[in-house]
């Protein structure tokens, strides 16, 4: 069973970068063809996408992140990246990654994906 464990986040001013991490436990899932993502979940409101990509490296972003955040990925490491700079009180947030075996679809959408890491906390400060 594939599982995600995430790391990075934390706290940092306006202005200031974090990148997270989000790597696979195990390294069973189809390297062939999958869709991974990063979604954040802020207090009182629904967990939405933030950018995803799929295993030909195509991504997608959220129209509030395009610009400041890129999503990469290692897969010697089998490891997911969200690097966020240019980083807004209003990035404040839970973020989780999120997996998908997919060899077409990928999309921004939190149904969609089966797999979820535990999510990290990050907090920008104006």
Not at 13 to 28: P, V, W, Y
Request: hydrophobic share 35%; aromatic share 10%.
């Amino acid at each position: 069973q594939v599982q995600l464990v995430q790391s990075g986040g934390g706290s940092v001013q306006a202005g200031g970068s974090l990148r997270l991490s989000c790597a696979l436990s195990i390294s069973s899932h189809n390297h062939n063809f999958y869709c991974m993502g990063w979604f954040r979940q802020a207090p009182g409101k629904e967990r939405e996408g933030v950018a995803v990509v799929d295993s030909d490296g195509r991504t997608n972003y959220a129209d509030s992140v395009k610009g400041r955040f890129t999503v990469s990925q290692d897969s010697a490491k089998n490891t997911l990246y969200l690097q966020m700079n240019s980083l807004k009180p209003e990035d404040t947030a839970m973020y989780y990654c999120a997996l998908e075996e997919s060899g077409v679809y990928c999309p921004r959408v939190v149904g969609f994906f089966s797999v979820w890491g535990q999510g990290t906390q990050v907090t920008v400060s104006s």
